[in-house]
């Protein structure tokens, strides 16, 4: 299970000495509720077995490691998360932590995509500017019809 290793790893969490903080992007119902979220060591909300906020989290932290594309409909990994070859891998695997997280996502980003579709343009832009991208090869099965 690829997200066990996350409570340990924590590494999304912070951010290394000598870069610039990381400003999350939030959604308005998520800034009204945090105002602003920026991890400029290591995030607030980070406790000794992972995120404090559990299935409550903002959507860009839920969404990590992934990245979304919307001018492409393109999906991309961070590349200084170790789960990348895992998480490629268990994309293929019926019922595997990959493969729910990465339905729950599409899911919430075909949700998004109706009223939300300059904070996904905003997030990508900001996770192209901060991360370094690896694309994600999306096993067909997982894409499923587009909403437009």
Same mark, same amino acid.
């Given at each position: 299970?690829?997200?066990? =290793?996350?409570?340990?790893?924590?590494?999304?969490? =912070?951010?290394?000495?000598?870069?610039?903080?990381?400003?999350?992007?939030?959604?308005?119902?998520?800034?009204?509720?945090?105002?602003?979220?920026?991890?400029?060591?290591?995030?607030?909300?980070?406790?000794?077995?992972?995120?404090?906020?559990?299935?409550?989290?903002?959507?860009?932290?839920?969404?990590?490691?992934?990245?979304?594309?919307?001018?492409?409909?393109?999906?991309?990994?961070?590349?200084?998360?170790?789960? &990348?070859?895992?998480?490629?891998?268990?994309?293929?695997?019926?019922?595997?932590?990959?493969?729910? =997280? &990465?339905?729950?996502?599409?899911?919430?980003?075909?949700?998004?995509?109706?009223? =939300?579709?300059?904070?996904?343009?905003?997030?990508?832009?900001?996770?192209?500017?901060?991360?370094?991208?690896?694309?994600?090869?999306?096993?067909?099965?997982?894409?499923?019809?587009?909403?437009?």
């Amino acid at each position: 299970m690829p997200f066990e =290793h996350c409570k340990v790893c924590k590494k999304c969490c =912070h951010v290394d000495p000598g870069y610039p903080s990381l400003e999350v992007p939030l959604l308005a119902a998520e800034q009204k509720r945090w105002k602003q979220l920026v991890i400029d060591t290591s995030c607030r909300f980070l406790g000794a077995s992972g995120c404090d906020l559990g299935s409550a989290k903002p959507f860009a932290c839920e969404q990590y490691p992934l990245s979304y594309d919307p001018d492409q409909n393109r999906y991309y990994f961070d590349a200084d998360c170790p789960l &990348f070859e895992r998480y490629q891998d268990e994309l293929r695997v019926d019922g595997s932590q990959a493969q729910e =997280h &990465f339905e729950r996502i599409r899911n919430r980003i075909d949700a998004l995509r109706q009223r =939300h579709s300059t904070f996904l343009a905003r997030n990508f832009a900001l996770d192209t500017d901060y991360f370094e991208l690896l694309p994600l090869e999306v096993p067909q099965k997982l894409i499923g019809p587009t909403k437009t």
